[in-house]
């Protein structure tokens, strides 16, 4: 089983959809699609620069994120009720699949 991950670029005009194993975080799979999160604390729940927006309908299937999550959230740019940290999502078979859009933010951080 894989679970069929969907990035949409923050202008909503780039869509893709990626297969990704169960067992991975969504931060990883978003990087090997080339997807713009720098993830730059590898996980460690330090930066917040992995942010994006899950899809409303999505966001409500997942598991909420801790008091951890959420305080680094506050921090981050161009945050929505339904953002995560991709690093904290893990995949799994029971997801099916999940549709995520980058930060406004992310794109600037690509370089200009
Ligand atoms: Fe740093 Fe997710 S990679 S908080």
Do not use: W, Y
């Amino acid at each position: 089983m894989s679970v069929a991950i969907t990035f949409v670029s923050a202008d909503g005009v780039d869509v893709r959809t990626v297969q990704a194993a169960p067992g991975t975080s969504l931060l990883e799979i978003a990087q090997n699609a080339g997807q713009p999160l720098e993830g730059t604390c590898e996980g460690q729940m330090a930066c917040s620069t992995c942010h994006v927006i899950v899809d409303p309908a999505d966001f409500a299937r997942l598991p909420r994120a801790s008091e951890e999550e959420d305080d680094l959230l506050d921090l981050a740019a161009h945050v929505t009720r339904t953002s995560r940290l991709a690093c904290q999502i893990m995949l799994d078979d029971a997801l099916g699949s999940l549709k995520v859009r980058m930060p406004a933010e992310a794109r600037d951080m690509q370089g200009r």
